[in-house]
C-alpha cells in the first residue's frame, strides 16, 4: 500500500468488518507498522468496549512486566529457529557436491555427476525454508501481513547464498562452464517456487529433485553421456526458462498467500 488507507477503510478494519478482504487487511496492516498518523487513526476508530477491554490488557500487561523478573541477557543465540532447522538440510546439499566432485575425479570416464547434481542441490535447503515442518513458528509467520513470497523469498536467497558458492567450487575444481551449472539450479529454484504456489515449495521440490534424479540423472550414468539440455550449448534455454519461471512467480505470489492459509485450516481442523 503506497497510500494512506481512507478513515471509512480504517473504521472498517477496526470493527472487523467481514466485506474487507485478507489481501487489503494484510496491505492495511503492513501500513500501519510504519505510519504513526494512521495507528492514531486507528486508536480513534475503536469502540468504547474494546477500548476498555485494550485499556485493562494494557494495564495487567504493565502490571506483569512491572512485577516480572528483569529480562536475561543471552549470551547466545538458541538454536530452535528455523535457521538451524535448514542447516542440515544445507549440509546435506554442501555433502552431495562434494560426493559429486569425488565421483567425477574418480570416475573420468563418467558423465560429470556435478552437471547432473547441480540443478537440484538447491531444492532440498529451499523447501526446508518454507515447510512447517521445519518452521517451529509456522502458524505464527504465517499470519503476518508481510510473509508470503517476500518472506519466501527472503530465505530462498540466504540458502543460494551458501550453496552458489559451493556450486562454483564444485564447478571450478571439476573444470565445468560457470553457466551450465549456475543456470540450471536457478531455473529449478524458480521452478520450486513457481509450482509452490500450487502445491508447496517442499512438495514442488521434492517432486523436481525425484524427476529429475530418474529422467535425467540415472539414465545418463547408465548412458554414460551427458543429456543434450546440459552440452554447451544449452545455456540460452536454461537461462530463459529461469526468466519464464522467475515471472511466473511473481505473476501468481498470491498463490502462496492462498496456501499457507489453507494450511493453517487444515492444521486446526
Not at 1 to 14: E, G, K, Q, V, W
Not at 58 to 64: E, S, T
Not at 90 to 99: E, F, G, K, R, Y
Request: net charge positive; aromatic share 4%.
Amino acid at each position: 500500500m503506497t497510500t494512506h488507507p481512507t478513515p471509512n477503510l480504517i473504521s472498517r478494519y477496526a470493527s472487523g468488518d467481514p466485506r474487507v478482504d485478507d489481501a487489503t487487511v494484510w496491505a492495511v496492516e503492513a501500513h500501519l507498522e510504519s505510519c504513526a498518523p494512521c495507528r492514531m487513526q486507528l486508536s480513534d476508530s475503536v469502540g468504547p468496549v474494546d477500548r476498555q477491554l485494550l485499556d485493562r490488557v494494557a494495564v495487567g500487561v504493565a502490571a506483569g512486566i512491572e512485577a516480572g523478573p528483569a529480562p536475561v541477557r543471552r549470551r547466545r543465540l538458541r538454536r530452535s529457529g528455523v535457521a538451524a532447522r535448514i542447516l542440515p538440510w544445507l549440509a546435506t546439499a554442501v555433502a552431495l557436491m562434494l560426493i559429486a566432485v569425488l565421483f567425477e575425479t574418480t570416475f573420468a570416464s563418467l558423465p560429470s555427476l556435478v552437471l547432473l547434481v547441480a540443478p537440484v542441490a538447491p531444492l532440498l535447503p529451499v523447501a526446508a525454508a518454507w515447510s512447517r515442518r521445519t518452521d517451529p513458528a509456522w502458524e505464527l509467520m504465517a499470519t503476518m501481513p508481510r510473509t508470503g513470497l517476500p518472506l519466501l523469498l527472503r530465505r530462498t536467497l540466504a540458502v543460494l547464498t551458501v550453496v552458489v558458492p559451493v556450486l562454483a567450487a564444485a564447478g571450478w575444481s571439476t573444470g565445468q562452464s560457470p553457466a551450465l551449472w549456475l543456470l540450471p539450479g536457478l531455473a529449478f529454484t524458480a521452478g520450486a517456487l513457481a509450482l509452490g504456489g500450487l502445491v508447496g515449495v517442499d512438495r514442488a521440490a521434492l517432486g523436481l529433485t525425484v524427476l529429475w534424479s530418474v529422467g535425467v540423472i540415472l539414465p545418463s550414468l547408465v548412458g554414460r553421456q551427458l543429456p543434450v539440455i546440459l552440452e554447451s550449448d544449452s545455456w540460452p534455454g536454461w537461462a530463459l526458462a529461469t526468466v519464464a519461471l522467475v515471472a511466473v512467480t511473481a505473476v501468481r505470489a498470491r498463490d502462496h498467500n492462498r496456501l499457507r492459509l489453507d494450511r493453517i485450516s487444515s492444521d486446526r481442523s
